[in-house]
């Protein structure tokens, strides 16, 4: 039995959620090497322009279908422009990781329940391949 199908905008969907996971993942690589150059107290002050850089085309790409998660994302923002000591921000910044991606994760899950596309049977009909 093949996976249930989605429709257009499902569809659609299911890609911006696919775009949204690899600059996410990209995102989780700069925070995780802020974090590993903290630690070995090496410089970190280029991690918040990369990270500024990294967040801001996810923004833009959930913005017009998923609204709360791109605000979530933009909060995110705030925390790597905002004075602090460095552990807190990396802290904050892989907390927002783990969130987004289960947000993400749960969208997914959405959208399958939202949008399959449900084929009736009709007595009578043909079968596709006969």
């Given at each position: 039995m093949a996976g249930a199908k989605l429709d257009g905008a499902g569809i659609q969907k299911m890609k911006t959620i696919d775009e949204a996971v690899i600059q996410l993942a990209r995102l989780?690589?700069?925070?995780?090497?802020?974090a590993l150059s903290l630690k070995q107290n090496k410089p970190t002050s280029l991690y918040g322009s990369q990270i500024k850089r990294a967040l801001f085309p996810l923004v833009g790409l959930l913005k017009p279908q998923f609204g709360l998660i791109a605000d979530q994302v933009a909060a995110m923002n705030l925390v790597t422009?905002?004075?602090?000591?460095?552990?807190?921000?990396v802290r904050t910044l892989r907390e927002g990781v783990g969130s987004l991606r289960?947000?993400?994760?749960?969208?997914?899950?959405?959208?399958k329940d939202n949008h399959k596309v449900v084929q009736e049977v009709v007595?009578?009909?043909r079968k596709p391949g006969e």
């Open positions: 989780h690589a700069i925070v995780e090497q802020y422009s905002r004075g602090g000591p460095d552990n807190t921000k289960q947000q993400l994760e749960i969208a997914v899950v959405r959208i007595e009578g009909a």
